[in-house]
């Protein structure tokens, strides 16, 4: 395995700091009958040391020559490999097995991260929680507040089912080979029936895009096919405003008028 090319289609940078490692398993935390899935094994960095903790771990691998790489090292008593995109599986299905809740960890490739934080979110009522390595400007808009550049469709989509935390920035160093930027690692936590707003999930999402499909423009303009402003001014959002203006809570107010209507 350690002589493994890393394969730019794949996104692949693989962690090599002990150090870093260390502090990332410290932050998961994982017990010995923790439900856990690992995304993208890679090299075993984070799955070696995952598995001196558990019973039993459930990786996501695409590479065919590393997923023999593992079959190689660790008996399929504490290792299941799911071969495939994980952009495409049923993480549902090994919550379906035990009924436990889910824990997910990866080092995510950056060309996918996005869509797969938004494929993970249709698990959310299935999951415990997420500790992901990203890229750190993925995590900054992740964890972004309202108003400012960083904040947009995947703040407030992600922001609606999950508590966020970013918990420490990893520098290229610890990857071989080195990206380009920082990275950092990002918990997500999904929220309680008692703590989720309701609302129609997809309209949500498109009201979401659609708001942040030119950032420029006002309100009154990106949502007019779906909204009108006095219907705006009426749930107190100003037609004039940004998308990047808005609350997560404000948005759930126009998703729920536009229900209501």
């Given at each position: 395995m350690k002589s493994h090319i890393p394969r730019k289609r794949f996104g692949q940078n693989f962690l090599n700091s002990p150090g870093v490692i260390r502090k990332i398993v410290a932050a998961i935390a994982p017990r010995p009958q923790d439900r856990m899935v690992e995304i993208?094994?890679?090299?075993?960095?984070?799955?070696?040391?995952?598995?001196?903790a558990l019973d039993h771990l459930h990786v996501v691998e695409i590479d065919r020559d590393l997923i023999a790489g593992l079959k190689q090292r660790f008996a399929p008593e504490k290792l299941t490999i799911h071969e495939g995109d994980a952009l495409a599986f049923d993480f549902g299905t090994l919550v379906r097995e035990s009924q436990e809740k889910l824990r997910v960890v990866g080092n995510l490739p950056y060309n996918i991260s996005t869509p797969l934080l938004f494929h993970l979110a249709d698990f959310a009522d299935q999951v415990r929680d997420m500790h992901f390595m990203l890229q750190k400007e993925v995590v900054d808009r992740m964890v972004a507040a309202p108003g400012g550049a960083e904040y947009g469709r995947l703040s407030v989509m992600l922001q609606y089912r999950f508590h966020l935390e970013r918990l420490f920035i990893v520098p290229p160093g610890a990857f071989t080979p080195p990206p380009k930027v920082d990275s950092a690692i990002v918990r997500l936590v999904p929220k309680s029936a008692a703590e989720l707003e309701p609302c129609d999930g997809e309209l949500l999402a498109k009201v979401v895009t659609a708001a942040f499909s030119q950032r420029r423009k006002m309100l009154r303009n990106t949502l007019r096919e779906l909204i009108d402003e006095e219907s705006l001014a009426a749930l107190g959002i100003a037609p004039t405003a940004r998308a990047e203006t808005l609350s997560g809570s404000d948005y759930v107010r126009i998703v729920r008028a536009l229900s209501a209507g």
């Open positions: 993208g094994p890679g090299l075993a960095a984070l799955t070696e040391p995952l598995l001196e």
